[in-house]
């Protein structure tokens, strides 16, 4: 989490972009659609950390295989390789 303060100065707090990256490959009915979110990981492509992405994946221990998913939208977003693998 971290504060983000908004134009009037008032803080929130929300999620950093990593976790907001996974959130949206888990939920991506809530990014608009499944089609805008290779153009989201392509556009977060030079802010995101890999190893953040990792951490925090391993942190939230998903049952289900969401970095296959994650996977699959990096390697279709244009991210380097060695960093997908």
């Known amino acids: 989490m971290i504060d983000l303060a908004l134009g009037n100065g008032e803080k929130i707090r929300t999620t950093d972009l990593e976790r907001t990256l996974i959130d949206v490959a888990v939920r991506p009915v809530y990014s608009g659609e499944t089609n805008n ?11 995101a950390s890999t190893k953040k992405i990792i951490k ?3 942190k939230l221990d998903y049952i289900y295989p969401y970095h296959q998913s994650i996977g699959f939208l990096m390697e279709h977003s244009g991210y380097d390789k060695e960093e997908i693998d």
């Open 37 to 47: 979110l290779i153009e989201i990981y392509s556009r977060a492509k030079e802010k």
């Open 56 to 58: 925090t994946l391993q």
